[in-house]
């Protein structure tokens, strides 16, 4: 059973729309993130969270927004997505104790046309 | 601010030989953890190999990487590559901040 899972895993939208991805983790991590993979850069920060009610900027914020309602759940919202974030987005959790090892959800692939 | 460095890109090794990737990074904060993750195609990234401990081996999978902060090193290496080993390697490190800073990546392709 996945600790960490995305939703939607693929998704195509249209300039200007609205996106939300949405990610889940049972690991009960007080920590999460979002990341984008975009092949020469790696994976970048978007925003992340220390726990329910909390988002911090990361690398990359801008055309971003974060929602962390619950402990389980992280979601990034593209108020007007642009094609330039076409890209693999990555939640991933981590704890507040020992090394900050994160782990990642299986990524959702979008589509901005 | 934290960084890492991963100078190859791409990396082609011919299957049965080994192969080294390399990684170097800054730091100004107190560094917690040191990472190698490895990322199989269509696949998320995974924790390969793990170090917290100066000059100390850590190994998984037949890869290994030395910690060494004298020249601010964390080379990821095998003595014999598989074709299984083709996937994206990133080095990473964590500071007292509860982020962790990652590499670019590099790109190993094992060739029969």
């Known amino acids: 059973e996945a600790a960490v899972t995305q939703s939607p895993r693929n998704k195509v939208a249209v300039t200007g729309g609205k996106v939300t991805l949405s990610c889940n983790q049972t690991?009960?991590?007080?920590?999460m993130y979002w990341y984008r993979q975009d092949t020469g850069h790696g994976l970048r920060l978007i925003h992340y969270?220390?726990?329910?009610?909390?988002?911090e900027k990361g690398d990359i914020p801008d055309g971003y927004k974060a929602s962390r309602p619950s402990q389980e759940n992280f979601s990034l919202i593209l108020e007007l997505a642009t094609p330039s974030q076409t890209s693999v987005y990555f939640c991933?959790?981590?704890?507040?104790?020992?090394?900050?090892?994160?782990?990642f959800g299986p990524g959702t692939r979008l589509t901005v046309l | 601010g934290d960084s890492v460095t991963q100078t190859e890109g791409l990396v082609t090794v011919t299957e049965g030989l080994p192969v080294k990737l390399n990684c170097t990074y800054q730091?100004?904060?107190?560094?917690?953890?040191f990472f190698w993750y490895v990322q199989y195609l269509n696949e998320a990234p995974q924790v390969l190999l793990r170090?917290?401990?100066?000059?100390k081996r850590t190994e998984h999978q037949g890869f290994h990487a030395t910690l060494h902060k004298s020249s601010s090193s964390f080379h990821l290496q095998k003595s014999s590559a598989q074709l299984s080993d083709s996937a994206l390697y990133y080095c990473?490190?964590?500071?007292?901040?509860?982020?962790?800073?990652f590499g670019d990546g590099t790109q190993l392709v094992v060739k029969p």
């Open positions: 991933a959790s981590g704890d507040r104790l020992g090394t900050y090892e994160q782990y």
């Open positions: 990473a490190l964590s500071g007292d901040n509860n982020r962790i800073f």
């Open positions: 690991n009960n991590h007080n920590n």
């Open positions: 170090s917290s401990t100066d000059n």
């Open positions: 730091t100004t904060y107190l560094t917690i953890a």
């Open positions: 969270s220390y726990g329910a009610g909390s988002t």
